[in-house]
């Protein structure tokens, strides 16, 4: 069944305070949409760390907040993009511990665990865009 | 500028985090901490998180580079009061939390903090720091 985009809500991610900011308004939707508590903490926890991803390896971004249906099963899905120079090798920048920044390489990984459904895609020098979603 | 306050509680300091951390709170609070570590000789540190609703990875680091400050400034590091939620979250996001003790509440983790201390080999004086 395809997914229904219900609505739509955009933040830029230009300083680290809009990461604070990209976490309330996930916290804010997932309480909307009725998420569980931990639901709630996985969604806003994944949606901090592609937050800095975005804003320290793309150099800022915008962040796509979007409370989405799938027949009966509403969800919300969170599209991070960039500008920015983009990732050579996806399959290592999942990989724990792999960072080519000072971080510790658990952003991308991290947050693929804690969403449902994930998915990244980016070519050299054309930025990058995650999107995930977690399903109530 | 927005910081965290630092109590001095007996022989121990008492950080309770109340704000959603933003990196920059972080990073000030890191050097307001080791300097105060210094300041009152302190041997131990309890962090109270039971107000923060998430711990991601940058909030993780800190906390660790934190209590490794805190060590080689011969001061033992407990976080108090992890909500379940983001206990739950931070072994999915695969967070090693390795080197950081914590405790259910800040009374357990003073207990934790006096017998890390002792630990260490010091005898924990509460006179000491005065």
């Known amino acids: 069944m395809a997914i229904r985009v219900v609505s739509t809500e955009s933040l830029e991610i230009r300083v680290s305070d809009d990461i604070v900011r990209v976490r309330q308004a996930v916290r804010q939707k997932s309480v909307g949409l009725g998420f569980g508590l931990v639901d709630q903490t996985k969604v806003v926890t994944a949606s901090s760390e592609l937050a800095r991803n975005t804003l ?29 120079p983009g990732i050579d090798d996806a399959d290592l920048a999942l990989t724990d511990g792999f960072t080519t920044g000072n971080g510790m390489g658990l952003g991308l990984g991290g947050a693929k665990r804690l969403s449902h459904e994930f998915e990244l895609s980016s070519k050299p020098g054309d930025g990058t865009r995650v999107s995930i979603v977690r399903w109530k | ?60 680091r800190m906390l660790a580079s934190i209590a490794s400050m ?4 011969d001061a033992e590091t407990v976080v108090v009061g992890m909500q379940p ?12 939390m390795r080197g950081i003790r914590t405790a259910l509440d800040v009374e357990k983790g003073m207990t934790t903090l006096r017998a890390a201390i002792q630990e260490t080999g010091q005898d924990g004086d509460p006179g000491r720091i005065h």
């Not at chain 2, 890191?30 to 107000?51: E, M, P, W, Y």
């Not at chain 2, 805190?70 to 400034?73: D, F, S, T």
């Not at chain 2, 939620?85 to 090693?96: K, N, R, S, Y």
Request: include cysteine.
């Open chain 1, 56 to 84: 320290d390896y793309g150099g800022g971004g915008q962040c796509h907040l979007e409370v989405v249906e799938n027949g009966a099963r509403a969800g919300l899905r969170i599209i991070f993009e960039d500008q920015g």
């Open chain 2, 70 to 73: 805190a060590r080689l400034l």
């Open chain 2, 1 to 60: 500028m927005e910081r965290i306050p630092i109590l001095k509680m007996g022989e121990f300091l008492l950080v309770t985090i109340q704000v959603d951390m933003h990196d920059r709170l972080a990073m000030t609070l890191q050097d307001d901490l080791t300097a105060q570590i210094v300041k009152h000789r302190a041997h131990g540190v309890l962090i109270d998180i039971s107000a923060l609703e998430i711990v991601d990875s940058f909030i993780g």
């Open chain 2, 85 to 96: 939620a983001v206990a739950i979250t931070l072994v999915e996001l695969g967070l090693p």
